[in-house]
């Protein structure tokens, strides 16, 4: 589409075309002039391709490919804080943290902050320093950065979610093609998939028309691979496309049409695991943690049907694995089919005689 010329055939077709009988021979002058000239163009030819690239939706990058999403009204989505609730323990109830305190956890190296002033054994409320997906934790080792000894633990009182990553070239990119390919109407269904997708940490969404009778709209929405919402997102987009109560009609939602928003139904998987084996020199604790990490991002990835027979191959293919006796899900050997508005969840594994 844009063939870049190397600097040797640049170099190669200038020459030719000097009607001269001057020495044209490596490390003469006229050579040396050549040579810079030729690798100019080279240059040019770079910068020139990387422009014509960037006016293409489909390579453009970075704020180039915001200014071309901005054309149609689409703009990236810049991603959230998580936000939870902490406690800090001591033996002084009126000892007074102040807002602005900054934790840490000694897990990732992440920092939080408090949300208002508290006191000791009382509720706080925390955000993360900056936002990202990697500031969610439900299982933190919290202490203070400046050492604090009227604070003897710092105990994680609601699980600290709703961070979510800047939205990326290829995601931006993903939603602009979906817009283009299917314009706005009066309400229809792609409409509130769409308008859905506009929410900051929503990666899935699907509409039902009439779900609920006339004038009625479910949509159902999720995170990556339909990974489960917190409700604080799950009332965020409601209050988006359709805000009840005194605010009704102020979304985007034709007036007259009620959409209720839900997010994927859990569905509780639990795996035993009989006579589990594992390879010299393996540290259990590691092989059953790889384990764990392994079968919960395959239902992260289900969409229809959890395999019984794909779980053994993870489980037999996993880190430090060497055999087992059987594996049983929710107690059957058998697949699950979920519905369409369900996600399975890993809530335990449960080991018989491993070794």
């Known amino acids: 589409m844009f063939d870049i010329q190397t600097e040797q055939e640049i170099k190669d077709r200038i020459c030719k075309n000097i009607k001269s009988d001057l020495d044209k021979s490596e490390g003469s002058i006229i050579n040396d002039i050549v040579s810079a000239i030729s690798l100019e163009i080279v240059n040019n030819q ?6 014509f690239l960037s006016s293409f939706v489909e ?11 901005k054309e149609h009204g689409v703009y990236r989505k810049q991603g959230e804080k998580a936000k939870g609730e902490v406690i800090f ?3 002084n109830e009126e000892y007074i943290i102040p807002k602005d305190t900054i934790i840490i956890n000694n897990n990732t190296n992440l920092k939080y902050i408090t949300l208002e002033d508290t006191k000791i054994n009382q509720i706080c409320s925390v955000i993360s320093e900056n936002i990202g997906a990697l500031y969610n934790t439900s299982n933190p080792n919290f202490n203070l950065i400046k050492q604090d000894n009227n604070i003897k633990l710092i105990e994680l009182n609601k699980e600290i979610l709703g961070g979510e990553n800047i939205e990326s070239d290829e995601e931006l990119r993903k939603r602009l093609y979906f817009i283009v390919s299917n314009p706005e109407g009066v309400g229809t269904v792609t409409d509130y998939e769409r308008w859905a997708l506009e929410v900051d940490g929503v990666k899935v969404s699907k509409a039902l028309p009439c779900f609920y009778g006339n ?18 997102l799950v009332q965020k987009v409601q209050d988006y496309i359709c ?3 005194e605010k009704y009609g102020q979304g985007k939602a034709p007036i007259g049409s009620t959409a209720l928003v839900t997010t994927f139904e859990k569905v509780p998987i639990s795996i035993r695991i009989e006579g589990l084996k594992i390879e010299d020199k393996y540290n259990l604790d590691i092989v059953k943690l790889k ?3 392994n079968i919960k991002e395959y239902l992260l990835k289900t969409t229809e049907v959890i395999i019984y027979h794909e779980i053994i191959g993870i489980v037999i293919e996993s880190y430090g694995v060497k055999d087992f006796k059987e594996l ?3 107690g059957l050997k058998e697949n699950r ?7 399975g969840i890993l809530e335990e594994i449960v080991y018989d005689e491993y070794k």
């Open 243 to 245: 805000p009840l109560g």
């Open 291 to 293: 384990l764990e990490e």
């Open 46 to 51: 770079v910068f020139f391709k990387n422009g």
């Open 215 to 232: 004038g009625t709209v479910k949509v159902i929405v999720g995170g990556e691979y339909g990974s489960v919402l917190d409700d604080e």
């Open 337 to 343: 089919t979920l519905n369409f508005d369900e996600k």
């Open 59 to 69: 390579t453009a990058k970075g704020e180039l490919l915001d200014l071309r999403c």
């Open 89 to 91: 323990r001591g033996d």
């Open 328 to 330: 049983l899900v929710n």
